[in-house]
Structures are given as structure tokens and as C-alpha cells.
């Protein structure tokens, strides 16, 4: 007995028009995986890297968790990345979150979830660490979207404290950061302007991104 057999037919249809619009397709996928960019992003099924993106299959790495989380500790994202730093030699790390998002939500809300507390505790810093601000925002709305950009600016500077990059700049690798937030209402990405290339433009980039999400929304 099949289980899920509409989605092994939506699987061949799929494979049948890959094959129609490029014969060669899955011959050259399956020899060869040379992305030029690593996503870190969410778990949340509405945000899925490869699409909103218009990228190929082969052409992006993606890993993702809940509310894209980058944890010194956490040996799933740092194998990823070591991968895609070291082997496959990726040029961009993107960290994308999105509006909307439930972990930031639950996160800025607090109420006990159980055993993802533990993991949500890391956005958590970044709302106490901008708890001033947040609270002079004018409704739970708007310190949510906030959260969201802050959370991401936060990681992209998680990124660029471990190792893996800070060696792969050492030594001279090209290596890009980027922060980037998803809008699921219009299916746009926006940059946060939290890129960085060396270390030397680390705290600078990541302040001037943290005063662009202050000025935006106390301006608003």
C-alpha cells in the first residue's frame, strides 16, 4: 500500500515536465551541486528558499529552523555551513526571516510552550536587548514585524561571530553576508542592509542596520 499517493503523482507530473523543459535536467543535478549561495531561513512551509527566490534546484543550500536561528552551539547549522563555506565554496550567506513569523511571535508574547521555550529563549535576548524600543512601538502588530527584522539582523551577526566565516575571511575566501526579511502578504523580500564581507564591517554594518529598523518604525 502507497501512503500519500497524490503527492508521488504530483512528484511524476513534476519530473515529467523538468525532463520535457530541459532533457539533460536531473542528468546534470545529479553530477553536480555547485549553489553559489547558502539560505538560512524558517521552517515555516509558506517561505520555501528555492521559489521566492527564482532559483534552480542545485543553485541554492538552504538549511532552516525555527524562526532562523544561527546558535554557536547548535552542530546541524555549523555542519551546514562548514559544508557549504569549505565544499562547496558558497559566496553569500543569506539569513532570511520572514513577517509573521510564529517563534518571534511566541517569543515577544512569552507564553510557555514547553520544550521549544529553550530554543525561542534566543530570540528572547534579542527582544530584551531591544526592549526599550519595542516597547515604545504602539501596538503588538507592529512589535512583532520589529521583532522579526531585529531577529534577523541579530543572526546575521551570529553568523559572522562563528569561526566558519571568521577563518574563511582569515584566509581570504570571498564570503558575503546578507540579512534579508520575507513579506508572505506580497511575496517580496526586502534587504534589512545588514551585508558584510571582513570582519571590520561586522558591528558597523549591524548598527547601521538596527538604526535603519529604529528610524523606520518610529518614523511610522
Request: proline fraction near 5%; hydrophobic fraction near 45%; charged fraction near 20%.
Given at each position: ?180 526579511i520575507y513579506g508572505l502578504a506580497d511575496g517580496h523580500l526586502q534587504d534589512l542592509q545588514a551585508s558584510m564581507k571582513e570582519s571590520a564591517e ?19
Amino acid at each position: 500500500m502507497k501512503y500519500l499517493p497524490e503527492l508521488f503523482s504530483a512528484n511524476a507530473r513534476w519530473a515529467e515536465e523538468m525532463r520535457a523543459a530541459d532533457p539533460h535536467f536531473f542528468t546534470e543535478l545529479a553530477t553536480l551541486q555547485s549553489p553559489a549561495y547558502l539560505w538560512i531561513g524558517c521552517s515555516d512551509s509558506r517561505v520555501p528558499a528555492n521559489q521566492i527566490t527564482g532559483l534552480k534546484p542545485g543553485e541554492v543550500f538552504v538549511h532552516r529552523n525555527v524562526a532562523n536561528v544561527v546558535v554557536h552551539t547548535d552542530l546541524n547549522c555549523l555542519s551546514v555551513m562548514q559544508y557549504a563555506i569549505e565544499a562547496l565554496k558558497v559566496q553569500h550567506i543569506i539569513v532570511c526571516g520572514h513577517y509573521g513569523c510564529g517563534g518571534v511571535k511566541a517569543a515577544l508574547e512569552g507564553p510557555p510552550l514547553g520544550l521549544i521555550d529553550n530554543w525561542l529563549r534566543h530570540i528572547q535576548d534579542v527582544r530584551d536587548r531591544h526592549a526599550d524600543f519595542l516597547a515604545a512601538l504602539p501596538d503588538k502588530e507592529t512589535r512583532w514585524r520589529a521583532l522579526c527584522e531585529l531577529n534577523v539582523i541579530e543572526q546575521v551577526r551570529n553568523v559572522a561571530r562563528t569561526t566558519l566565516v571568521g577563518d574563511a575571511w582569515q584566509r581570504g575566501q570571498p564570503l558575503m553576508l546578507h540579512g534579508w526579511i520575507y513579506g508572505l502578504a506580497d511575496g517580496h523580500l526586502q534587504d534589512l542592509q545588514a551585508s558584510m564581507k571582513e570582519s571590520a564591517e561586522v558591528q558597523p554594518a549591524i548598527d547601521l542596520a538596527a538604526a535603519g529598523v529604529r528610524s523606520r518604525y518610529m518614523a511610522d
